[in-house]
């Protein structure tokens, strides 16, 4: 349904510890091996240790990793080494003014940075799928002052998408809560999205 309505990518929710679309890993690497080529297969990952990282890409089989929460010392070494061809792209949460420096310091190791809403330093950390919004003037930072690909995620949805893109600019929006409904895909609102990106 997302890519009938010209969804470029697919996120494939791995285990989380919190936030909506979860899917086991055998779902994900089924959906992997039927998108079309040109169709982006993006496997989210809470994990922060870089074989199992790497494991986790083996079993999926996607080509794009979206790594949601602090990698360890030396982890993009390690991913750039064993998955060649396989895209990074690092989330950074923007929490606060901090994250501009965030993402400068994560930008040489990845191939693309998503700014999101949730907070990886809570008890039960937030790692996306929180439906909220953050500072867009912020993310604008980023995209001005990094050079790598700003995909812009955190609340957004068909009434407020346009707006988003005209403050922040970025590469590509990504979404998530503002086009369900019940917790599944709304092809109602799904179709409302795009056509406010379109008209952006």
């Not at 998108?35 to 990952?45: I, R």
């Not at 494991?55 to 949601?68: I, K, L, P, W």
């Not at 792209?89 to 420096?101: K, N």
């Not at 040489?108 to 867009?136: A, C, F, M, Q």
């Amino acid at each position: 349904m997302a890519i009938r309505h010209g969804a470029c990518a697919v996120g494939l929710v791995s285990e989380m510890p919190s936030g909506p679309g979860v899917i086991p890993e055998q779902k994900i690497a089924e959906i992997a091996t039927v998108l079309p080529p040109a169709v982006g297969s993006f496997l989210l990952t809470s994990k922060r240790d870089a074989s199992a990282i790497i494991a986790q890409q083996r079993r999926c089989g996607v080509n794009t990793v979206q790594v949601c929460d602090r990698l360890e010392v030396g982890a993009y070494e390690q991913l750039r080494a064993s998955m060649p061809g396989v895209s990074i792209v690092q989330v950074v949460h923007v929490v606060g003014e901090d994250a501009v420096e965030g993402a400068r310091q994560v930008a040489p190791y990845v191939n693309g940075i998503l700014l999101d809403s949730g907070d990886p330093s809570l008890p039960r950390k937030e790692l996306g799928g929180t439906g909220r919004t953050h500072n867009w003037a912020i993310s604008r930072q980023i995209v001005e002052q990094v050079g790598v690909p700003i995909f812009l995620a955190g609340g957004l949805n068909p009434d407020n998408v346009a707006e988003a893109i005209r403050v922040v600019r970025p590469y590509a929006v990504d979404v998530c809560t503002g086009v369900r409904t019940g917790g599944k895909l709304d092809e109602v609102k799904l179709a409302a999205f795009f056509e406010a990106v379109q008209r952006s």
